[in-house]
């Protein structure tokens, strides 16, 4: 498990705005470059499938293949991250209040109604609902490394002041406490139409998933976080 989450947070992955076509389905532009071609080499890029999921968009994601560097990536629509069973944000036109996260992947901590899906023979099963909150804790940097913290609450634009009481909050450990942490900080954000490219940073930030890119229509592919610190890996400046 541990190096299953590790691979996955060193994993870079890509986004793409999907759009319904004549044919009412929904589709995306097929990227002329993926990440892996950060390191100079143009790529090849075939759409190798569209692959429903059984949790996740409503609709096929398109999975491209690369010729030239031999990997695959598939392409999730903005307010996704990778193998999120939700979306990371609301949609934008959610509105406010912390009801907007309830569909989010912070389901978890903003509303009761869990209970339910995870009662079994008059038992709870607590270690579901802890490990997503616990989740959906690391991803707002309510866990781990304080200088790591702080540069998740300056990508989400978090007041630094309340931000600290939040982590505090989090880190008492009872589950009660943890859903008031990570209320407190959901309440504290705006849900705007760039809310989703503050929330991939941060999870990269965080070390939840790798780094985020982002297929503009048209023709340019845009860096959202800066290249990992790591020998061997291409410096590309990254979006604004």
């Known amino acids: 498990m541990e190096k299953r989450t590790q691979k996955k947070a060193e994993r870079e992955f890509l986004i793409c705005d999907y759009l319904e076509d004549e044919t009412g389905k929904m589709r995306c532009e097929k990227p002329k470059m993926l990440p892996c071609g950060a390191d100079g080499e143009p790529c090849q890029v075939w759409i190798h499938d569209w692959r429903a999921r059984v949790e996740g968009p409503e609709f096929k994601l398109m999975i491209v293949y690369c010729k030239t560097h031999d990997r695959y990536f598939t392409v999730y629509p903005p307010g996704w991250g990778p193998y999120e069973r939700t979306r990371v944000v609301p949609e934008p036109d959610a509105g406010g209040g912390i009801e907007a996260w309830d569909e989010a992947l912070f389901h978890s901590a903003v ?6 899906q995870y009662e079994c023979d008059g038992k709870t099963n607590w270690h579901t609902h802890r490990r997503r909150l616990l989740h959906g804790g690391k991803l707002l940097g309510l866990m781990g490394d304080t200088g790591v913290a702080e540069e998740v609450s300056a990508l989400l634009e978090v007041p630094l002041a309340g ?9 008492c450990g009872e589950l009660s406490f943890q859903r ?5 900080v959901l309440e504290s954000l705006a849900v705007t139409e760039r809310l989703w490219r503050q929330m991939v ?11 985020p890119w982002y297929w503009r229509p048209g ?3 845009e860096a959202l976080f800066r290249a990992p610190e790591r020998v061997g890996v291409s410096s590309v400046a990254a979006g604004k």
């Open 111 to 116: 509303s009761d109604s869990w209970l339910g």
């Open 163 to 171: 931000y600290v009481d939040a982590r505090r909050t989090f880190g």
């Open 180 to 184: 008031q942490a990570v209320q407190s």
């Open 201 to 211: 940073r941060a999870g990269c930030a965080a070390g939840v998933w790798g780094r």
């Open 219 to 221: 023709g340019a592919l």
